[in-house]
């Protein structure tokens, strides 16, 4: 199976690196980052490509660009793992649609499409008979898109609940831990990495909200968007908040909820028992799906990071290939 990818970002350089070591049967045969591309229909020396692109920033031809990769690359699959832009989805939705729209399999990590986009996005590749599958846009090494569609199937889901971004989750267990401010708790998670120089995407709850609606696009098909969910984050939350929850043997979390009978579509932090199974540490997350048949299901795991991410990438590349649908 061929497959190209875009973004070689974090993810990218996962997901590339982890596919030359272990094969799989899976050839590379294009790569693009935001400033150039290569194609070699025979297979690209990943090792090649990784290399100058930590010593030039470039990843092959400044001539070549990730539309030349998606319209004229030979690939079955296109990895789409660009930076997410919440507000037009681009330039991803462009690559995405097109892809589908060529016949071509899509695997993505973007959540901006699938949040924005989900059922024009699933009905064009109903349309051309392809697969789009996109398990890395949630939690990232969480198999939570496979287990809904597939390990739950039959069941009907009544409410998915969730601890979804582990930058909020990292600052509230600092602050609950050691009585940190909220802003002594931030400073810390971007010296280690885990918060972005503008934390913002995080700690208001957005990056949870994409999750959520893509979650419950998945389960109830119901056409839900960002602007849909009532949203709250954590940045106006105090030491002293922590320290009262931790009085009644209680912690503070931000959980994404999704109860359709309900009506209920929310992120907002919530007061949760210790022992609670969302009561997850530093950037761990967990989702709990209730179900009529199963019952509460739990998964918990490493919500990012690049090999952890590339893991649901290559998940649902092997499910695709597996599939027997490329032909190949």
Known sequence: MRV????LGSVGRGVASM????GLGITITGIADSKSGACDPAGLDVAAVLEKKAKT????DPAVTARAVVEGGEYDVLVEVT???VKTAEPALTHIRTALSMGKHVVTSNKGPMALHFRDLTALAEEHGV?????ATVCGAIPIIQTLQHGLAGNTVHAIYGVMNGTCNYILTRMADEGLTYEQALAEARELGYAEADPTFDVKGIDAALKLVILANTVWNNGVTLKDVECTGIDLLT?????????????IRLIGEVVPEKGLLRVSPRILPKK???????TLNAVTVVTDMAG?????????GSVETASAVIGDLLFIKNCHVTGH
């Open 4 to 7: 190209a990818i875009l973004g």
């Open 19 to 22: 596919l030359a070591k272990k």
């Open 57 to 60: 920033g470039l990843c092959g």
């Open 83 to 85: 930076p997410t832009d």
């Open 131 to 135: 697969q789009l599958r996109y398990e």
């Open 239 to 251: 030491a002293e908040a922590l320290t009262l929850a931790g009085r009644q043997n209680c912690t």
């Open 276 to 282: 609670h199974p969302l009561v997850v540490r530093d």
């Open 296 to 304: 509460a299901i739990t998964e918990v795991g490493k919500g990012a």
